[in-house]
């Protein structure tokens, strides 16, 4: 038997994104502890290392996708559009790790395969794919929530003699130029390869299942002049951002759908419209799109009567056109349902006529067509939240799985701690604000880095949850939740993309201003949510 080699440490950070990028800050750099970050992936930058595919975009505007903790960071960063690209939000993150000096603190392709909390010794050991195993005192981990990969199965996909990548593992030098290409998805995601692929591949087929709704991006230059007054706006923008609720550094609205003539919703809905953003269209123009029905309804009718002036040829809007609730994420694009009027695009409802089987060649369908292809591409999403926590052997006291803790489905206080694992904080772990995320990651970080620094210093050096705090949270999500229009369909924010995944409330819905508040008072009414003395030693110990 060959012992892997141990590194003790204070702190074990797992995941290099947004979240572990940040705690490897604070808490090396603020509090001079001894901390190491790994991730898995082959680069810093979580999402956006590995989701390399064409056309990636955030759809949260550029002045408020990215740090606020450091005015000199964000003034001294410069952005070139109102909407930021995939790589140069990879860039952003890789020159975060330079400008602190992080980058010889995180081991990459290293992942976490197992953590045991050990009671006696109140330390974490985490084994991981590369003989190292670490024993840390604490274990922060911010494994992503859109980061496990959802790749369906399709019969005989084996003997397929083509490509078949799945966006969120994207290979870097993959080139789509003239190649026959088809897309099995369409929400975020594949919206975006769509679009972006349209104009370069031989031929695209898009593959749907749920027709989505979706509104323009809008993306647009941002001048030397609206560059600098954003860096001047600094303390205007994150203060207007941290109060609000969905975080997207614009206004909510506060007018209700009925409140106002037909003729002025119209002028409300072309004037989102025009400006673009998906967020800004479902939260911009009316406060109540995402709460009540007939709203909602309003807003879809406005975007369904769009896809029909889009789309050219009859059959193919049909196709486009969703019926359901706009309730999942908003989307939003740089000229989606325009692609499905070029000659080399052509759509399959695979509702309609199903993905049968796959051969040498291609995907056979139904009806019984074999559509030819080189490249397959699954943008099918992710088992979003829980499922990174799922695919690794994380067990808690009393050697608890957290599999098995989550049996009813993840839950968590604040979605940074989850009862019955000591000194384990999570960054967007389940139940955390639904929000652009860069401010609720900084959030979650000051709360649990701050934490871990006032539990260092006390005696037993533990921390746990109490378990009435994790159901009342629960609940608390679950009523919140249910005031809102989103459960009302399938996505994965209820985690109903997965076949087999119970569905449960997945994310505190009720907007980070209010997260923040709840997380300030269970700080100055000094943690009543946990519990900090240590346990009871076992019998015999
Ligand atoms: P991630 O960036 O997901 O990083 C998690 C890291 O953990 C990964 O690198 C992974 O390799 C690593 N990891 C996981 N498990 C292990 C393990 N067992 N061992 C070692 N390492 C492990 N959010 C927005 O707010 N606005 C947007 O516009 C937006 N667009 C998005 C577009 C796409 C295509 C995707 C996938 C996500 C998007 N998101 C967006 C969400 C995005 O994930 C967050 O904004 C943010 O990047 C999350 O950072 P993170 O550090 O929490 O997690
Ligand atoms: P999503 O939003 O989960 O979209 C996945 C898409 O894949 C969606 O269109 C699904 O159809 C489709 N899908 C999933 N499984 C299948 C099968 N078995 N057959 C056919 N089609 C399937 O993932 P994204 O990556 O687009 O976006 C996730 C988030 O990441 C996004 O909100 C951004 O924040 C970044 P369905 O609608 O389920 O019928």
Request: charged share 25%; glycine share 10%; proline share 5%.
């Amino acid at each position: 038997l060959i012992h892997d080699q141990i590194r003790d440490l204070d702190v074990l950070v797992v995941g290099a994104g947004f979240g572990g990028i940040y705690t490897l800050h604070k808490l090396r750099n603020e509090q001079g502890l001894d901390v190491v970050a790994i991730d898995k992936a082959g680069g810093v930058g979580g999402t956006w290392y590995w989701n390399k595919y064409p056309g990636a975009l955030s759809d949260s505007q550029s002045f408020v996708y990215q740090y606020s903790f450091d005015r000199d960071l964000y003034t001294n960063n410069t952005w070139t559009h109102r909407f930021i690209k995939g790589p140069e939000v990879l860039a952003y993150l890789n020159k975060v790790v330079d400008r602190f000096g992080l980058r010889e603190h995180i081991h990459l392709e290293t992942g976490m395969t197992e953590a045991v909390w050990d009671e006696l010794s109140g330390t974490w050991t985490v084994r991981t794919d590369r003989g190292i195993t670490y024993r840390a005192r604490f274990l922060v981990t911010g494994l992503g929530i859109l980061s496990a990969t959802n790749t369906p199965e399709i019969h005989g996909i084996e003997h397929f003699e083509g490509r078949v990548v799945h966006s969120g593992a994207w290979p870097e030098e993959l080139d789509l130029t003239g190649k026959r290409v088809g897309v099995i998805g369409n929400g975020s995601t594949g919206n975006q390869i769509i679009t972006a692929t349209a104009p370069i591949a031989g031929h695209l087929i898009s593959f749907q299942r749920s027709p989505q709704y979706s509104v323009p991006v809008g993306n647009r230059e941002v001048s030397p002049e609206q560059l600098r007054a954003d860096h001047d706006n600094f303390d205007a923008t994150w203060e207007q951002v941290r109060n609000s609720s969905v975080a997207m550094g614009f206004e909510e609205s506060t007018i209700e759908t009925f409140s106002v003539s037909a003729e002025e919703r119209e002028r409300i809905f072309q004037e989102a419209w025009d400006k673009g953003g998906g967020f800004q269209f479902m939260f911009g123009t009316f406060c109540d799109i995402a709460t009540d029905e007939a709203a909602n309804e309003e807003a879809a009718k406005f975007i369904r009567r769009k896809i029909g002036e889009i789309v050219q040829d009859p059959e193919t809007a049909r196709k486009l056109t969703p019926t359901d609730m706009y309730a999942r994420r908003p989307l939003c694009d740089s000229g989606f349902y325009e692609a499905f009027n070029r000659p080399n695009v052509s759509l399959v409802n695979v509702k309609e006529n199903p993905i049968v089987r796959m051969t040498r060649k291609g995907i056979v369908t139904e009806d019984g067509t074999e559509h030819e292809l080189d490249v397959l591409v699954f943008a099918t999403g992710f088992d979003a939240v829980d499922g990174n926590y799922m695919r690794v052997d994380l067990k808690g006291r009393d050697g608890k799985l957290i599999s098995q803790h989550w049996n009813d489905g993840p839950t968590s206080y604040l979605g940074v701690a989850t009862s019955g694992f000591p000194n384990m904080f999570m960054i967007l772990g389940p139940n955390g604000p639904f929000t652009n995320l860069p401010p609720t990651i900084e959030a979650q970080v000051e709360f649990i880095t701050d934490t871990i620094r006032k539990v260092a210093a006390t005696e037993t050096g533990r921390i746990d949850l109490r378990p009435e705090a994790e159901a009342d949270w629960t609940e608390t999500c679950r009523e919140v939740a249910a005031a809102t229009v989103f459960g009302k369909v399938d996505s994965w924010i209820f985690g109903a993309n997965i076949p087999g995944k119970k569905r449960s409330v997945l994310f505190y819905l009720g907007g980070l201003g209010e997260y923040r508040k709840i997380v300030a008072a269970e700080v100055a009414a000094g943690y009543p949510s946990f519990v900090t003395k240590s346990p009871p030693l076992p019998l015999g110990a």
